[in-house]
């Protein structure tokens, strides 16, 4: 090759090089901006708990229990079981090890919602088995459904529901 054709390859090499690193930093400061249009509603995303039974209780956000809920364990394909809280808003029903989605209807409440897998191997032996779930008040989403295994969370978001009032 000559030299000429080296030089003008060279070139080219380098202007591809600022040429990457310019639309690079361009694209860099684009998505940081976030999106265009603001998104009008909340996007929950639901983490799996692990548990090894399906027990717990449904509450209200300020922490009163709701007795009535129809609770549905569901697979993907079908209801596995379906069992009505008592006067203190508890709930426990029978599931065979797997991946479920724990559904709770209530009036007057947004629906509530949480994905679970049961397991009775020694991993979820030791883990915390009952559930706290905090329903919204009205029939519209406003926020998510709290779902924990936590006593601690669960009083965390009661105290922060109840310092907005």
């Known amino acids: 090759m000559n030299p000429a054709a080296r030089e003008i390859l060279g070139m080219a090499t380098q202007r591809g090089f600022w040429l990457r690193c310019f ?3 361009v694209l860099f400061v684009l998505a940081g901006m976030g999106p265009a249009v603001p998104i ?6 639901y983490p799996v708990i ?7 209780a449904v509450y209200d ?5 709701i007795p009535n809920v ?6 993907p394909d079908k209801i596995v079981a379906t069992v009505t809280t008592n006067e203190h808003g508890e709930f426990s029903m029978a599931a065979a090890p797997g991946r479920y989605n724990l559904l709770a209807n209530a009036q007057a ?8 897998d049961v397991g009775n191997d020694l991993a979820t032996a030791f883990v915390a088995t009952r559930l706290y779930m905090i329903l919204n008040v ?20 009661v105290r922060e529901f109840t310092q907005k009032k």
């Open 50 to 56: 692990r548990i090894s039974r399906v027990q717990g």
């Open 40 to 45: 009008p509603y909340a996007q929950c995303v």
């Open 109 to 116: 409440f947004a629906p509530g919602f949480a994905s679970i």
């Open 70 to 75: 129809k609770i549905e364990l569901k697979n």
């Open 61 to 65: 956000p300020s922490g009163v229990a």
């Open 23 to 25: 639309l690079g930093g």
């Open 138 to 157: 009205g029939m519209t989403v406003e926020n998510c459904t709290l779902t924990t295994t936590s006593r601690r969370k669960f009083e965390k978001a």
